[in-house]
């Protein structure tokens, strides 16, 4: 009884099958929040802190008394049908047929969709460049990766995306294949010619899916590269809390037939969400929408301007480059210019040590680092106040710099992300037995983890490859020079996990 007087708003709201155009104005996740705060209602259910009450006196004063007031739990048939309602619009919004909320993040997406996909043993062409929540879905379904390497730029560290021409061969050697999964954008803003890769596969009835995490925004101004799902995709997990204004953990599933069932896809998303979602961060997911639904592209339209301005500053600071489409040597329509790639090799200041300094004494936060510099993300929450504050610490650098080297990048090259034998899947080398073996006496063993180094973020060794010369000598040269490593257990690289044959 409670919860269908709390719920009066959305339950009035419309069917899906009924959502009229300015129905976007309308935000139904929120309006029940809103709702059952202004009635007062008292909780008897979920979560335990009772709306805020019994948060530690400390952490209430940090979020301050409505986010613990927000984070009820709605009786779950209006759950359910309340966040249907907000899916609805969403889908609409991103140009899919069917959205699902996430509240695990685009790594709970990946991992949806190749379930609901792919069975145990189908092949799956896959960009090399893949998050390791794909990893972790190759895991959980057996899928047999096919792996195709983006290419390198020659001289930078970047991947720069999969060509339409790398799928048609990967096709051609491998025609039984289910699925076509690439990462586009990638974390440095490179997108792939989605168009020309859908075209291929669609030629072949193969079904492609798209790892948008970093492109939640595509979709809303045409300075960007087209979207996923506007390029025709069949499936893409999308980051709003990453790029646009959900809440961390917020994520979206955008789907569309007729090669994807919604009804297996919906049970797949079952399978990899909290069934104690917070309800703030659902409520950003409609909030988010309503905002890129209503005001999008003028939003996009600003961001884009401050980007820019940023990069023409920052480029006239002496020592400093900003990587843009043209020094990528990609068409502009691939390359997000919202990203801010920023190069402190000609300060002689590593990208690690300016991070530091940025924050330290500046007060700048940047997304990550490395030994080149540093990425910044500019998004819609950004400011001109912001963005002058990047630049004048930028500005500020060289001046309270330490006397430091030039940096030199380790250098990993095509032919050590390319990939290796699959002796294994993924899945089988997860669970087999395995040992530490030293990485100068690992060649010719079976990879147990995968290393991947950063920059480029492209695995070297993925779970189930046969290690080679190459790959060792690659990172061995690598380590020394001071490369960063995820994925392995030990990421100094003395040791690395290969699978246990006796
Ligand atoms: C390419 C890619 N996919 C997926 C993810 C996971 O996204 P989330 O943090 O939303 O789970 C990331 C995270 O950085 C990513 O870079």
Same mark, same amino acid.
Not at 147 to 170: E, K, N
Not at 216 to 221: I, K, S
Not at 333 to 344: A, C, H, M, S
């Given at each position: 009884m409670l919860s269908s007087v709390a719920f009066a708003p959305a339950a009035q709201a419309a069917t899906p099958a009924r959502i009229a155009p300015d129905h976007q104005k309308r935000a139904p996740i929120i309006d029940a929040l809103e709702f059952y705060s202004t009635t007062r209602t008292i909780p008897f259910s979920t979560p335990g802190h009772k709306q805020g009450a019994g948060l530690d006196s400390g952490l209430r004063k940090l979020l301050g008394s409505q986010f613990g007031a927000a984070d009820i739990w709605l009786n779950t048939a209006d759950h359910d049908r309340t966040v249907r309602l907000a899916e609805d619009l969403a889908a609409r919004?991103?140009? %899919? /047929?069917?959205?699902?909320? $996430?509240?695990?993040?685009?790594?709970?997406? *990946?991992?949806?969709?190749?379930?609901? *996909?792919v069975a145990p043993?189908? /092949?799956v062409i896959v960009g090399r460049d893949l998050h390791q929540s794909f990893l972790a879905a190759l895991i959980l379904t057996g899928a047999?990766?096919?792996?195709?390497?983006?290419?390198?730029?020659?001289? $930078?560290?970047?991947?720069?995306?999969?060509?339409?021409?790398? &799928?048609?061969?990967?096709?051609?050697a491998h025609p039984a294949a289910k699925l076509v999964a690439l990462t586009s954008p990638t974390y440095w803003g490179v997108a792939s010619n989605l168009g020309? &890769?859908? %075209?291929?596969?669609?030629?072949?009835?193969?079904?492609?899916?798209?790892?948008?995490?970093?492109? =939640?925004?595509?979709?809303?101004?045409?300075?960007?590269?087209?979207?996923?799902?506007?390029?025709?995709? #069949?499936?893409?997990?999308?980051?709003?809390?990453k790029l646009l204004t959900g809440l961390s953990?917020? @994520?979206?599933? *955008?789907?569309?037939? =007729?090669?994807?069932? @919604?009804?297996?896809?919906?049970?797949?998303?079952?399978?990899?969400?909290?069934?104690?979602p917070l309800m703030p961060v659902l409520a950003s997911l409609d909030g988010c929408r309503r905002q890129m639904a209503l005001d999008g592209r003028r939003l996009l339209e600003r961001t884009i301007q401050l980007a820019e301005e940023a990069r023409r500053a920052l480029r006239r600071l002496p020592g400093i480059d900003v990587l843009d489409a043209s020094s990528l040597g990609i068409p502009a329509?691939?390359? #997000?210019?919202?990203? $801010?790639? &920023?190069?402190?090799q000609g300060l002689g200041l590593t990208g690690y040590v300016a991070e530091r300094l940025l924050r330290e004494q500046f007060q700048i936060a940047p997304e990550m680092s490395d030994r080149a510099g540093i990425v910044c993300l500019v998004t819609v929450g950004d400011t001109p106040d912001s963005i002058q504050r990047l630049v004048r610490a930028v500005a500020s650098l060289p001046r309270c710099a330490m006397p430091q080297r030039a940096a030199i990048c380790p250098?990993?090259?095509g032919e050590a992300i390319a990939p290796g034998e699959q002796a294994m899947t993924p899945r089988e080398a997860y669970f087999a037995p395995s040992r530490a073996v030293s990485l100068a006496l690992a060649v010719g063993e079976?990879? @147990?983890?995968?290393? &991947?180094?950063? =920059?480029?973020g492209i695995p070297v060794l993925t779970p189930g490859e046969v290690i080679s010369a190459v790959k060792v000598d690659c990172l061995r040269e690598g380590i020394a020079a001071g490369m960063h490593v995820r994925g392995a257990a030990d990421t100094t690289l003395q040791t690395v996990r290969v699978v246990r044959t006796s």
């Open positions: 919004t991103w140009g %899919a /047929e069917r959205s699902f909320f $996430l509240v695990n993040g685009s790594s709970s997406g *990946n991992q949806a969709f190749l379930l609901a *996909n043993g189908d /092949e047999r990766p096919v792996y195709v390497a983006p290419r390198l730029h020659p001289s $930078l560290q970047v991947g720069l995306g999969v060509t339409a021409q790398d &799928i048609v061969s990967a096709l051609d020309e &890769i859908v %075209a291929a596969a669609r030629g072949r009835d193969v079904t492609v899916y798209v790892d948008e995490a970093w492109g =939640p925004h595509l979709g809303f101004h045409p300075c960007l590269p087209p979207s996923a799902m506007a390029s025709g995709v #069949d499936g893409a997990v999308t980051s709003p809390h953990q917020a @994520a979206l599933l *955008n789907i569309r037939g =007729p090669r994807v069932d @919604a009804a297996r896809v919906a049970g797949a998303v079952k399978l990899t969400q909290t069934t104690s329509e691939q390359y #997000d210019p919202t990203r $801010l790639v &920023i190069d402190f250098r990993v090259t079976v990879a @147990a983890e995968a290393v &991947i180094p950063y =920059p480029p």
